[in-house]
């Protein structure tokens, strides 16, 4: 069966690519170009990828100052970018069926179909087909992607008409999502993922700590277990009390849904009772993360979460390779 399923795979693209093939373009073509509108397509992946792109945001602001920015992502992800500005727009992709109303569909194919310049589809892990299909889909005159991961049996990326070349080299995800549009000639210096909170959301955040007996003038560490580090949960309690014990700090655990048998014994090892901050929303866990003065946490989306909004943070990897995906910046440590 697997077999067959290559095959009519293979032979679902190769048509595909017959039909809708785009006839690439040189990069200079833009140059002379009156770009105002550019869709940027980040609705595949996890939510760690599309933050790890952030960078393509303010490098395409900064090549492009006067166009209009827009960012198409999943709608459970939406808050960690609702607030960048170098966007314009965030636009909602339903992850959910149910969501998909007669109302949200009219918004979305509104706001997709909004005669844009330019679209840009950040494949750097997975080629997603329905990302190509968004970008065809907008119209866009010009549509940039990466010349890697071809569809099975295809020539080419024929989504495309803008083919960035790919790189055997060993590169950390935020280059390789930046390497995309520096074929357009986009490229920052600065490198970190960016998180803005809007003054609600922090406001909601520090009425959540002095609810449970914190203040900003308290040392907070939040601690956060995942798959990743469920081995360390001895040490991580070790970590927890050293600073308790030491430097009087006060501790928050989080934890994914998972790993609930994990946080009761993070938590019961403990002579203390720390902050249990568990079943928050995205919108919450960021404005927690915000006042905090120190993250320890695994390779997973938390280490980005903080990294976008600057906290500092310690990182325990477990099997990936920290050079690809540890965040950038000398206050975010890996070990």
Same mark, same amino acid.
């Given at each position: 069966?697997?077999?067959?399923?290559?095959?009519?795979?293979?032979?679902?693209?190769?048509?595909?690519?017959?039909?809708?093939?785009?006839?690439?373009?040189?990069?200079?073509?833009?140059?002379?170009?009156?770009?105002?509108?550019?869709?940027?397509?980040?609705?595949?992946?996890?939510?760690?990828?599309?933050?790890?792109?952030?960078?393509?945001?303010?490098?395409?602001?900064?090549?492009?100052?006067?166009?209009?920015?827009?960012?198409?992502?999943?709608?459970?992800?939406?808050?960690?970018?609702?607030?960048?500005?170098?966007?314009?727009?965030?636009?909602?992709?339903?992850?959910?069926?149910?969501?998909?109303?007669?109302?949200?569909?009219f918004v979305f194919l509104k706001k997709l179909r909004s005669k844009y310049d330019l679209a840009i589809v950040l494949n750097t892990r997975f080629h997603s087909l329905t990302s190509d299909l968004l970008a065809y889909f907008s119209g866009a005159r010009f549509v940039l992607g990466s010349k890697h991961l071809l569809f099975p049996g295809c020539k080419n990326n024929f989504f495309y008409n803008l083919r960035a070349p790919y790189s055997d080299l060993n590169k950390h995800h935020t280059e390789r999502n930046l390497d995309i549009v520096r074929h357009i000639h986009a490229d920052c210096e600065e490198l970190h993922e960016e998180i803005?909170?809007?003054?609600?959301?922090?406001?909601?955040?520090?009425?959540?700590?002095?609810?449970?007996g914190l203040n900003l003038d308290d040392l907070i560490v939040a601690i956060y277990l995942s798959w990743s580090n469920r081995r360390e949960i001895a040490k =991580?309690?070790?970590?927890?009390?050293?600073?308790?014990? +030491? %430097?009087? *700090?006060? /501790?928050?655990?989080?934890?994914?849904?998972?790993?609930?048998?994990?946080g009761a014994e993070f938590t019961n090892s403990l002579p203390f009772?720390?902050?249990?901050?568990?079943?928050?929303?995205?919108?919450?866990?960021?404005?927690?993360?915000?006042?905090?003065? =120190?993250?320890?946490?695994?390779?997973?989306?938390?280490? +980005? %979460?903080? *990294?976008? /909004?600057?906290?500092?943070?310690?990182?325990?990897f477990g099997e990936s390779e920290p050079y690809q995906i540890k965040p950038i910046g000398q206050q975010f440590k890996a070990i």
């Open positions: 069966m697997k077999a067959i399923k290559r095959l009519c795979n293979r032979i679902f693209f190769e048509l595909l690519e017959k039909l809708l093939s785009k006839d690439e373009v040189s990069p200079d073509k833009l140059a002379g170009s009156d770009l105002e509108r550019i869709l940027i397509i980040r609705q595949h992946d996890r939510l760690e990828d599309l933050l790890l792109a952030t960078p393509v945001f303010r490098a395409v602001r900064q090549r492009f100052p006067h166009a209009h920015i827009s960012a198409l992502v999943r709608n459970s992800m939406a808050p960690s970018v609702e607030q960048n500005v170098n966007l314009d727009q965030v636009i909602c992709f339903y992850e959910r069926l149910r969501d998909w109303t007669p109302k949200n569909i803005k909170i809007s003054s609600e959301d922090k406001n909601s955040g520090l009425k959540f700590l002095t609810e449970n =991580l309690v070790q970590v927890a009390r050293y600073f308790s014990s +030491h %430097l009087d *700090a006060k /501790i928050i655990v989080s934890w994914e849904s998972e790993m609930s048998p994990w009772s720390p902050l249990q901050a568990t079943e928050l929303s995205l919108t919450q866990q960021l404005s927690l993360i915000y006042f905090c003065d =120190l993250i320890i946490c695994g390779d997973n989306v938390f280490m +980005h %979460l903080a *990294a976008g /909004i600057g906290t500092p943070l310690i990182a325990i």
